[in-house]
């Protein structure tokens, strides 16, 4: 572990909150909120835009949210100007529903190899419920390899 914990750059929240404008999360209001040295956080509005029909928050919109925090960290553990990370599984437990306020998501590692990270994401409400356990498997990517 470096100085900066497991991240391989240093960064600031402002700036991965502008990497998201123009997509989904941004779309679906996903903020960056903290950094730690083997962590990152996010959160995400429960509303309209993340309900599912019944009122509740939609499971995919948190699978977006754990697929956004979890890439995220991945993305922050290779050195940017060679490598990529991208999802190869993503696997959800829904716990309990949520009708309004924030979820909060927290990617720590389990594994950061050269070629596969794992991650643990845990999804809270606002009462610091659980609400959905996710577990993100990325690929590690020479840029030139994947056409970039």
Known sequence: MSA???WQVPFTLELFNERTNNTLAQHIGIEFTEIGA???????????KTHQPFGTL??????????????AAGALCVDPETKMVAGLELNCNHVRPVREGYVYATARPIH?????????IRILDEQEHLVCVSRL?????DQKQAGL
Request: no cysteine; charged share 10%; net charge negative.
């Open 58 to 71: 939609h499971g995919g919109a948190s699978a977006t949210l754990a697929e956004t925090v979890g890439s």
């Open 112 to 120: 950061i190899g050269n070629t596969t990270h794992i991650w643990d």
């Open 4 to 6: 900066h914990g497991i």
């Open 137 to 141: 498997t990325l690929i590690v990517l």
């Open 38 to 48: 083997d962590y990152l956080r996010a959160r995400m509005p429960v509303h309209s």
